[in-house]
Each structure stands twice: as C-alpha cells, then as structure tokens.
T-cell receptor, first 116, second 115 residues
C-alpha cells in the first residue's frame, strides 16, 4: 500500500540558512499534518492543512511557513535556522470525508534535520 | 486543553509474558484515542484507535487496548510479548468536541522485551 513520502530523508544545514521539507500524502488523503520530534521527545504538532487551507496551528515558529498545493502535497519552509531546530520532522496524512476527525493519521518516515 | 500521560518511561517484560503499557488522558470533551509505535529511525506506525462503541479495541500485531472512561485510561495490552515488539510506544488523543485536528502525544514508553 502507498505510504506518505517525505523528502529529503536527511538534511544538514548551517545556522541562518533556509530549508524546505516536502511531503506527499497517501493518494486520496486531503489533510496533511506536520509534527516536530526533538531528540528523546514526543512529536509536537506544528500545522495542518485541509483542501489547501490551513486548518489548525500549533507551536510553529514564525520563521516557519507551510502550504498545501493543488496536488495535496505540502512543503514546510524553514528560515533563519537555529541549532534548536535540529529534529525529526514528520508529515502525516488522513482522509477527511464523512468520518471527520475519527480517522487516524498515517505518518511518513520523517526528515531528519541537523543544523550546525 | 487536551493531554496524555504515560507514567512509565520504560516497561520490561519477558518474551511470552503479557504486557501492558499505561496511558491516561485529559480532554474537555469526548476523546478519540490512538496508539502508535515507533521503531528506531522510523516514522510512527498506527496500532489502534478508540472512537466509540466497544471499550476493548483490537489492533495490529496482536495488540489491544481498553478504554475506561471512569479512570480516563486507555492502556495498551498484548497477551504474549515478542522480542520484535521492543520499540517506543506513544499514546495520543484528539478532542472530538473542540474540532482541533492535532494529535497530542504522551511522552512515550519504551518497551523492552527480553528473550
């Protein structure tokens, strides 16, 4: 079965640089979520999109922005990177449909961002 | 605000023995509850969920969980543990009534199954 695809899988950037993470949801999933998992921590919700509109927002820094495109893929743009941004960034997708919020989220393998 | 607590950082169990990973939740409305498993350097894999109905939920890989509203708990269980079950387990909650889509995760419990 098709899964959530994230690219790149690993990314090394220097402080103050920018990074773009990409997420391709499972086919027919119209909702995309972004989470950040620091070392030894639980995943923290950043932002979500439904039908290309932002639907929920968590603890996402102002330096970060995201969008969902017409093909439902999403990109997380991160600027002025800081050492503390080093983490595993997960994208998840789910169908919206009639089930609404009862659907589970399917996670991608994550992008490991290292800021040096 | 919604939250989840996993009181044990690590659970140790011998292969073949039953296992329980504990989770308690707090939400203002009615909860949707989920269990995910994470293997090293991998994404989170969905195990099971409670939405409504039967309090005992069966999921992937022989895992099950029991929803207890009076104790606000959703413990993960398996009758007979395998060494390959060793991983990091996260409980998560979504508040059905607030409309927020995000999952709120617990701090995770590391399960170690010894041969």
């Amino acid at each position: 079965a098709a899964g959530v695809i994230q690219s790149p899988r690993h990314l090394i950037k220097e402080k103050r640089e920018t990074a773009t993470l990409k997420c391709y949801p499972i086919p027919r999933h119209d909702t995309v979520y972004w989470y950040q998992q620091g070392p030894g921590q639980d995943p923290q919700f950043l932002i979500s999109f439904y039908e290309k509109m932002q639907s929920d927002k968590g603890s996402i820094p102002d330096r970060f922005s995201a969008q969902q495109f017409s093909d439902y893929h999403s990109e997380l743009n991160m600027s002025s990177l800081e050492l503390g941004d080093s983490a595993l960034y997960f994208c998840a997708s789910s169908p919206r449909g009639a089930g609404g919020y009862s659907y589970e989220q399917y996670f991608g393998p994550g992008t490991r961002l290292t800021v040096t | 605000a919604q939250s989840v607590a996993q009181p044990e950082d690590q659970v140790n169990v011998a292969e073949g023995n039953p296992l329980t990973v504990k989770c308690t939740y707090s939400v203002s409305g009615n909860p949707y509850l989920f269990w995910y498993v994470q293997y090293p350097n991998r994404g989170l894999q969905f195990l099971l969920k409670y939405i409504t109905g039967d309090n005992l939920v069966k999921g992937s890989y022989g895992f099950e969980a029991e929803f207890n509203k009076s104790q606000t708990s959703f413990h993960l269980k398996k009758p007979s543990a395998l060494v390959s079950d060793s991983a990091l387990y996260f409980c998560a909650v979504r508040d059905k009534d607030t409309g927020f889509q995000k999952l709120v995760f617990g701090t995770g419990t590391r399960l170690l199954v010894s041969p």
